[in-house]
């Protein structure tokens, strides 16, 4: 039986709580955590990404996630609110364009930009065959006739005063004949439509030729000079925050339908498994410290997080309840434990010390007798031949019979003692 009491038990499960408790709240809980990091990261060091983020079992449990992923009236409340308030924040800055951008990174963003020939004519094909396009020349074809007409025809241009006179009798010829100037527009509409085909061909080849490289990079240079000088909350006030908030909102639902076809998933677990595949050989800690999470920044980030929820957590009694619902179990079958397990004195359990320890005396015996070489051992005297086994047994046969033979010395006395 165990020598513990449940005195004993008892005052060990508090004093164990105690030094838990101290260890993740207060002082106590940096030191824990950078514990805990460096132990993981020096894990990690060891071991290859592809060991701990199998590439195909990761990318389709992200995918399941992006799937389910739930997109609740809440949540799109919760993403309005905060673009709300980024909004706020910056209709009201006063820092520029140009002091949060710098001038380089515009330059060489501009140039990759205006390098993408293939994106440059898809774009182009999908504006100048738009129907909001299409009206847009057609209106500006239609004034052009319309102007034409009344201001720069040939009677205009030869007789002094005639397109006053002209606009003139047409605005008494309106009142005279009102569904006149009607007529004039459906027949120029008309002509507009029947050779607007040509137009927006005409007009897709001299934007093709006049948006070349050296063309959008001038235009990019002159935004970029309007743009720098202006002031974050210049650009952003315009914006009416409750129509910013109401268009965030209707990001909600088609979210939701984007998620329903099934295509974020299939983004995801595409990316997931490229990017999971080229680095699979490589060690965790080495991905990690890639990405910017060395140990000592990522430590201090978990605790400044966790801090106020430990500390609260605390105060409020739940992380010495859940401390204790940890450990209780453990101190309720102590006494049972130490009855199965044999005493350290009689029976230790090797070590992962005393087995390296081991393995090396071994090896350095091993080695001694290599370096040796092989011997030849001096013959004993007292070793026997092949056939002493066999001459020992006959004598010891001989002996036990003459011994039964022979009257045992004291034999009276002897059963006497016992009661003969």
Known sequence: MSDLGQLDLDRMLEAHVRLELDRWTGGGLEGTVREQVDAVFGWLGGVRLADVVPAAETASALAAVADELPVTDELVTLVTEAVAAGHALLSGHEGTVGALVSEEEVEATLTLVVGMDDARR???????????????????????????????????????????????????????????????????????????????????????????????????????????????????????????????????????????????????????????????????????????????????????????????????????????????????????????????????????SDVRTARKRAASTKSAAQKAGPTKAAPSKAAPSKAAPKKAATKAAAAKAAKKAAPAKGGAATRARKGG
Do not use: C, M
């Open 122 to 352: 898809e774009i182009l094909d999908v504006v100048t065959t738009s129907q909001a396009y299409t009206e847009l020349v057609a209106h500006v074809v239609y004034l052009g006739l319309k102007s034409y007409v009344l201001t720069e025809n040939v009677l205009a241009r030869k007789i002094p005063g005639a397109s006053s006179l002209v606009r003139l009798g047409q605005r008494g010829l309106n009142s005279a004949a009102p569904k006149l100037e009607g007529n004039v527009d459906r027949q120029l509409t008309a002509f507009v439509q029947a050779n607007i085909s040509e137009t927006l061909r005409d007009t897709r080849r001299y934007l093709d030729v006049t948006l070349d490289a050296e063309r959008l990079r001038a235009l990019g240079d002159d935004v970029w000079a309007a743009l720098i000088g202006r002031t974050l909350g210049s650009l952003t006030s315009p914006v009416d925050s409750t129509d910013l908030q109401a268009f965030v909102a209707r990001v909600g639902p088609v979210a939701a339908q984007v998620r329903d076809s099934g295509l974020l998933g299939d983004l995801v677990e595409t990316g997931a498994v490229r990017v999971l595949e080229r680095h699979a050989d490589r060690p965790v800690a080495e991905v990690l410290a890639a990405l910017g999470l060395e140990p000592e920044r990522l430590a201090g980030d978990v605790v400044a997080l966790l801090r106020p929820a430990l500390d609260q957590a605390a105060a409020t009694g739940f992380l010495e309840a859940r401390v204790r619902a940890s450990l209780e179990p453990f101190y309720a079958a102590l006494p049972g434990l130490l009855e199965k397990s044999p005493t350290p004195g009689r029976a230790r359990a090797a070590t992962g």
